[in-house]
């Protein structure tokens, strides 16, 4: 997948495509810079940082019928969500700022027909309107804890805000139906041409029992709806796509035959490859992508256990440590991940200090560096704190963390779908942790499926070969990293297989298990990594855990405004991160042995 264009999506012509090409190193920090010559070519790009042309369109049309003057809103799938959005910014905001926010409410209109089924998925919109003062503050709620909509629920509901089917709550339907209003056909995929488009005259509008007027397209709005969610959003099918999703986590769905319209009983649960016994599907929880995951963890930890700062342990992805830092009492943070840092650690405990809970990656990211998980949980079992671990990079086809944590959260859009076109995240409850019971009480009142059906099918789908796309991951990220490890130019290669902290690794290692898809590379020179970035033969773009090989110098992208402080973390502003791919192994070799002797050509101008 080489070869594509500055700010076309990645994969191209997807129009969910969760990255955007970024193809030299200029680019990228053309992007940190929101230089136009980048930002104003991009169609898209990673969803939490780039709001989806989907949910702008939705967005503007909601505010052209708002009657507010705001400037931008920023779209929720609850009430609840929006309402905890309101509460950040309050407690982030001055008082004026906080105050100059409005919600409005979109919900189906009762006095339009739709398919029962619809009401079913909850196509409802919570928007905060904001303006220009106060946007900072919403869009780091949206950034950090990853609950605003999808693209997909955005085209959706838009559709039926357009037909007149979604309206403000606590208005009429002629508040929210566009003038000269069409009848809906949705996205250009789904219109097909109708009767309607022939027709030169629209009969006049008939009065219904309630004394309302009813607009006689309304059945070409019907039949449309049934078409579409019949194709797309299959009732008999949600439930069970979920079902499979939740085994393949718990590694207890063997192969997408065993997907039907009714779920196994709950005790085959028992064979998995968690090691977990008593694991069951409720104990797998949903979320629309990972970083919610994380979010709805850290709220439910808060819930159960009482407000207490949290620690960050090893170098973090950037919302993660954002998420500790401003939601709750605040938290510790370590981070090299190292033995120093758990001895320091166990004398703030032997001194009183109390945490409500340690968050770490397995591995981390971008050092790939292992976390010694063993004694971490020796200490948490002592001083009566959670473990929370990000198994996204180590994946559980190589890993199993679970024994060692109290809650095991993952990024389902990364190397579980693969396909890169749709989010996804969950989080378990171990149900031999402590704090099981406290966390599944939290739950019962406080979680919300807010994961769109569209999106769900999409995610069982590209997962069910998910266990085989690791395996060539594997072998094709030991091949590459032998290339560089035996090149002059290379400082440091970082893989959890050649790391100092690799004994921790083995320790949390499956039998059969590789050492995953990420790598990450810095080389004697800038101008090296330079020349090398803009020569590799890859896409090139923000994510990771593709099905193809995705390039990116990583701390530009996620640390730009930090990089000393990234550095002093051993996290070196040059750094290359490589997800691979599963291109022929023969094939991607001799892709970075070519990139290599680009960047050794730079080396001999010198």
């Not at 920090?29 to 980048?38: A, D, N, P, R, S």
């Not at 769905?253 to 196994?264: G, K, N, Q, V, Y």
């Not at 739950?443 to 994961?451: F, G, H, N, R, V």
Request: include cysteine.
């Amino acid at each position: 997948m080489p070869g594509i264009n500055l700010g076309e999506s990645i994969p191209p012509h997807t129009a969910h495509a969760v990255s955007v090409s970024l193809p030299t190193w200029k680019a990228n920090i053309g992007y940190e810079e929101g230089e136009e010559w980048v930002v104003g070519r991009m169609v898209t790009g990673y969803p939490r940082f780039f709001i989806h042309k989907s949910i702008q369109a939705f967005a503007a049309d909601i505010l052209a019928k708002s009657g507010t003057q705001k400037t931008k809103a920023f779209l929720f799938p609850t009430h609840r969500i929006a309402a905890r959005c309101i509460s950040f910014v309050r407690s982030q905001a001055p008082p004026e700022i906080a105050a100059s926010l409005i919600t409005v409410h979109l919900v189906l209109d009762p006095m339009r027909p739709a398919p029962e089924a619809l009401a079913t998925y909850c196509p409802e919109i919570s928007a905060v309107l904001c303006d220009q003062e106060s946007f900072p503050f919403v869009k780091q709620y949206w950034q950090h804890t990853g609950d605003g909509i999808s693209s997909r629920r955005a085209e959706f509901c838009h559709s039926l805000f357009r037909d007149g089917l979604l309206r403000l709550e606590g208005g009429n339907s002629s508040n929210t139906v566009l003038a000269n209003p069409k009848p809906c056909r949705g996205p250009k995929r789904y219109q097909r041409p109708s009767s309607v488009d022939a027709t030169k005259s629209t009969p006049p509008a008939q009065p219904n029992q309630n004394g309302a007027s009813v607009d006689t397209q309304e059945s070409e709005s019907f039949r449309f709806l049934e078409e579409r969610f019949g194709r797309n959003l299959d009732v008999s099918f949600v439930q069970p796509a979920k079902s499979a999703i939740k085994r393949r986590i718990a590694g207890a769905l063997r192969s997408s035959s065993e997907l039907s319209h009714t779920p196994p009983p709950e005790g085959e649960m028992e064979s998995n490859s968690r090691g977990i016994v008593n694991l069951r599907e409720d104990d797998i929880y949903l979320y629309p992508c990972g970083m919610s995951a994380i979010f709805n963890s850290h709220r439910a930890l808060l819930g159960a256990r009482g407000s207490m700062k949290s620690i960050n342990f090893g170098f973090p992805y950037v919302d993660t440590l954002k998420i500790l830092q401003k939601f709750g009492p605040g938290a510790v943070f370590y981070g090299h991940a190292s033995e120093s840092d758990l001895d320091d650690l166990e004398k703030r405990l032997e001194s009183g200090e109390r945490f409500l809970a340690l968050f770490c990656e397995f591995p981390g990211n971008p050092l790939l560096t292992c976390p010694n998980l063993v004694r971490i949980r020796q200490l948490a079992d002592k001083y009566d704190f959670a473990v929370v671990v990000d198994e996204t990079i180590g994946t559980f086809a190589n890993i199993n963390v679970l024994p060692f944590a109290d809650v095991v959260v993952s990024s389902l859009t990364k190397i579980f779908s693969g396909d890169a076109n749709v989010m996804g995240g969950s989080a378990i409850f171990n149900p031999n942790s402590r704090y099981y019971a406290a966390l599944k009480a939290w739950a019962k009142t406080e979680y919300e499926d807010t994961y769109w059906p569209e999106d769900v099918m999409f995610m069982e789908r590209n997962s069910r070969d998910f266990v085989s796309r690791i395996e060539r991951i594997n072998a094709n990220a030991e091949a590459i990293c032998d290339v560089l490890r035996t090149s002059p130019l290379v400082k440091r290669l970082f893989y959890p297989r050649f790391n100092e902290s690799s004994a921790n690794y083995e320790a949390c290692r499956l039998p059969n298990g590789g050492y995953g898809g990420l790598l990450s590379v810095v080389f004697h020179r800038k101008e090296q990594a330079v020349a090398f970035y803009d020569a590799v033969d890859t896409a090139k773009g923000p994510s990771l855990g593709t099905n193809f090989t995705l390039t990116s110098p990583y701390v530009i992208l996620a640390h730009y405004q930090e990089l000393d402080w990234a550095e002093q973390y051993g996290v070196e502003r040059d750094l290359i991160r490589v997800s691979v791919g599963l291109e022929e192994t023969e094939h991607i070799v001799k892709v970075f042995k070519e990139a290599l002797k680009v960047a050794e050509a730079v080396e001999t101008q010198k």
